[in-house]
């Protein structure tokens, strides 16, 4: 195997990463810009989009049903907690915001374990997009490219929607200054329903696309929510570009590092994630909490 | 004053429990006052300085195991494996405190769960150390070359664990009333007036959370020669959030109520186990619900009622 | 000697110079004000003086030591104390514990993780005194959040005099209080400035007040020392009343 076509296939696999990442960056930051909040359990909504992906894909035999149907099953479990629970806590500190989040972590991962067992899940791609197709001369799932469209399509469409149409600009005015959009007449208690709901449904798309790839398992819930964490404080907490630069960054760091240093994948993150904090010294959220 | 009296009749009835108990809840009883310990650590962090841990579980986990390989392969006596344990797990506590608190907030909570998920990876890894996936078995209650036979048997391990964590509190009541612990509450209620006024907040944080993981380590280290076991689900993220609900359900910030919580704990656990597997579902509902309605815990709530401020 | 000098302080962010090449001379006893429309620099020349913030260049120096490059706890413990425009106390807890744990930040053994009955009584004695200086010793034992916004300024007062500080600097003092608070506050402060002969550097905008308690003012405009000088001067300098009527808020 040549350097060329090994770089270009870690290229892509890192960039489908990316694109996994991304989804998930997408909706943490897309919650905290509008709420304020860091949603702990944005993990456990991964790993549920995951779960009802499996099942979706078993009770319609159609992934693509699948990858509509789960996100959408996902974002209303999120609004519907947002209304319920999350609603009752403005005005706390962020720590009861965080604790509430982490309560339903626990809460969902062991719904899903009820529901569907301990075991690993298998969910096979889609026949359409099985297989490999060759670059260089190396072979490439084609699931992973498509992967990287999907991520691409989401983060052009996703730009688009914030800066193109009313909702997408409520969003970003909301994220400016709540008080003000209040004033002028908006709801936003339903703004804030529909951006959470948006947001976990986000981290579902994640979950059913990483299924194919990773088999689902309980154990996704609390390393993704790290995972994504890092990629928003680096990123910005709040910034939709921000999101996309910080996966790929992540996903690139992550890739060609487990190539060479297979074990440390995960403190790899860690050293990530201490790094930025101390070039900025009080995270982020120090500074906002 | 009722308090005081009820809290000695308290121990006097955990003093004399192996008289009237049979073994099998003398057996978890012990194990309540393990768990005890490890919430009443934890509290130090969570009640007196809110600096939320979701990765405790890795002092429970290092001392766990650092008790594990000292009773296995040396032959240190009992008391001492656990001291040093606890000695080990609140020396690494140091680094990672040092660490977790280049941040605030979530970030830091972030830092805190993120080392315990290091720590269950390595100990995956660690074959020589941990026995990875298999962990250690058959820890013993060592004599040691001095024939220290005294807790070795189940009632006198129960004692042991009983004077460890009348210590432990006794430590815990010192420091929290101390100078020291009226520096923690101001970095609670208001850290950077704190800084202000010339505290170097962050050296008081890094030795809080050195304090707190040394205990938590304790506890892990009493855990491993009572089961006679130590493996990576003591390190398990599921375990850092049971034991947040013991600190937050028994009450945050009363040193007495997570103690109270994780008994609390283990009893609904025991008997709702017998019915269903879902009692981390249970647990998880009856946290978020605490948070909401009665962020003051269960002995908060009682301390008010009996007309005492549930704060110290 | 003075007691604080302040020679050639600036401060940049990026493009923009918040404090421009400041130098003063604050002499022990003084009462220095420190006036200037909106963004004139003074907040951050606070903390540049109490170590918040690096300069970008000039020095500071209090009773001949460096000051400038000191992290802002070795600052505060070298005896200066400050109080903030937005009030910064411990809500659950009561005043004297408020001012008691202010006084405890200059003890040798702050940090002291048992005991300390003998350490809570000195800070105690040091509290008692300076809520007692404010008038607010019959409201000692009230939860600090649940005191009315003046009594809250005042009680954030006593936390800086708590500490018996060598240098105090006051931001805003009288910020959000009612005229009546505010006679009161200045009545308070006039008092107690000329008992304990305190050096003060104080920020202020409402201008009764500086002329009731300043000995000196200093002008600040767009982050530059435009006056300097007793109240009747600045009064009378026409690069002041310029910089006001310029139309800054």
């Given at each position: 195997m040549d350097f060329a076509g090994f770089l270009i296939t870690q290229c892509l696999n890192a960039l489908s990463q990316g694109a996994l990442l991304f989804f998930l960056a997408v909706g943490l930051t897309l919650i905290f810009g509008i709420m304020r909040i860091v949603n702990f359990a944005h993990g456990a909504f991964f790993m549920l989009g995951a779960y009802v992906g499996y099942s979706a894909v078993h009770l319609t035999g159609d992934f693509w049903a699948a990858l509509i149907l789960a996100p959408l099953a996902v974002a209303a479990a999120g609004a519907a907690f947002e209304l319920g629970i999350l609603r009752r806590l403005y005005g706390r500190d962020g720590g009861a915001f965080l604790m509430v989040t982490f309560g339903l972590t626990l809460v969902l991962a062991d719904l899903i374990r009820l529901t569907w067992g301990v075991a690993a899940l298998e969910v096979p791609a889609p026949a359409s997009l099985s297989g490999v197709v060759f670059i260089l001369g190396e072979p490439f799932p084609i699931y992973r490219l498509f992967l990287v469209a999907a991520g691409g399509v989401v983060a052009f469409g996703g730009w688009q929607f914030l800066e193109r149409t009313r909702l997408g600009l409520l969003i970003r005015a909301t994220s400016q200054n709540a008080e003000m959009v209040h004033a002028l007449g908006t709801d936003i208690r339903l703004v804030r329903s529909t951006v959470f709901g948006i947001g976990c449904g986000l981290a579902g798309i994640g979950g059913v696309l990483a299924a194919p790839l990773v088999t689902a398992s309980l154990g996704m819930g609390p390393n993704a929510v790290i995972d994504t964490f890092v990629i928003v404080i680096i990123g910005g907490m709040g910034s939709f570009a921000g999101s996309v630069i910080g996966a790929l960054l992540v996903a690139f760091v992550q890739v060609f590092g487990t190539y060479y240093f297979p074990d440390l994948a995960l403190a790899f993150m860690y050293l990530i994630m201490v790094t930025v904090l101390v070039i900025r010294p009080g995270g982020l959220l120090g500074k906002e909490a | 004053m009722t308090i005081r009296l009820g809290l000695l009749a308290a121990v006097l009835l955990l003093a004399l429990a192996p008289l009237g108990l049979p073994i099998y809840a003398m057996t978890l009883l012990t194990e309540a006052l393990i768990l005890g310990l490890f919430a009443m650590s934890l509290d130090l962090m969570v009640g007196y300085t809110r600096l939320l841990s979701f990765g405790h579980a890795a002092a429970y986990g290092l001392g766990a195991y650092a008790a594990g390989n000292l009773l296995l392969h040396t032959a240190i006596p009992l008391v001492f494996a656990v001291v040093l344990a606890a000695l080990l797990s609140g020396v690494v506590a140091i680094g990672v405190g040092w660490v977790c608190t280049l941040a605030t907030g979530v970030s830091f909570s972030m830092l805190t769960l993120a080392f315990a998920q290091l720590l269950y990876a390595v100990a995956f890894k660690w074959t020589a150390v941990t026995g990875a996936s298999d962990g250690l078995a058959g820890i013993p209650r060592s004599a040691g070359p001095f024939g220290m036979t005294a807790f070795q048997g189940k009632t006198g391990f129960y004692y042991l664990v009983l004077i460890f964590l009348l210590l432990a509190f006794v430590l815990c009541r010192a420091l929290v009333n101390s100078p020291f612990g009226a520096v923690l509450r101001g970095i609670r209620e208001n850290e950077s007036k704190t800084r202000a006024l010339g505290y170097n907040t962050r050296a008081y944080k890094v030795a809080v959370v050195a304090i707190a993981y040394g205990l938590g380590g304790l506890a892990g280290a009493l855990y491993a020669p009572f089961a006679g076991f130590a493996n990576t689900e003591l390190l398990y993220w599921l375990f850092s959030g049971q034991v947040l609900i013991m600190v937050i359900v028994g009450g945050a910030g009363t040193l007495i109520g997570p103690i109270l919580g994780a008994g609390f704990f283990l009893l609904v656990q025991q008997y709702l186990s017998v019915y269903t597997d879902s009692w981390a579902l249970f647990f998880g509902l009856v946290f978020i619900a605490f948070v909401l309605f009665v962020p003051q815990g269960i002995w908060g709530l009682a301390t008010a009622r009996l007309g005492r401020a549930g704060r110290r | 000697m003075a007691l604080l000098e302040l020679d050639g302080l600036t401060r940049r962010f990026g493009g923009i110079v918040?404090?421009?090449r400041v130098t003063m001379r604050v002499a022990e006893g003084e009462v220095r004000a420190v006036i200037g429309p909106n963004g004139a620099g003074k907040s951050t020349l606070f903390n540049l003086i109490t170590g918040v913030l690096r300069p970008t260049s000039g020095e500071a120096r209090f009773a001949g030591e460096r000051l400038t490059g000191l992290a802002a706890q070795r600052i505060c413990q070298r005896g200066i104390s400050r109080t903030f425009q937005l009030t910064a106390l411990f809500p659950d807890m009561t005043a004297r514990e408020n001012a008691r744990l202010a006084a405890q930040a200059r003890h040798p053994r702050r940090w002291q993780p048992c005991a300390g009955g003998a350490l809570f009584a000195a800070a105690g004695r040091r509290a008692d005194a300076a809520l007692e200086r404010l008038r607010l010793t019959r409201l000692a034992?009230?939860?600090?959040?649940?005191?009315?916004h003046g009594d809250q300024r005042l009680l954030e007062l006593a936390m800086a005099l708590a500490q018996e500080p060598r240098l105090l600097l006051l931001d805003e003092p009288t910020q959000g209080l009612s005229v009546e608070e505010t006679e009161e506050a200045v009545a308070t402060l006039h008092g107690l400035l000329a008992d304990l002969r305190m050096t003060v550097l104080l920020v202020e905008h409402d201008m009764e007040v500086v002329f009731r308690l300043a000995h000196k003012i200093t002008v600040l405009h767009r982050g530059r020392v435009i006056a300097d000088g007793t109240p009747e001067t600045v009064r009378a300098d026409p690069d002041v009343q310029a910089a006001y009527l310029g139309g800054f808020a």
């Open positions: - | - | 918040a404090v421009d034992d009230r939860p600090a959040g649940m005191l009315s």
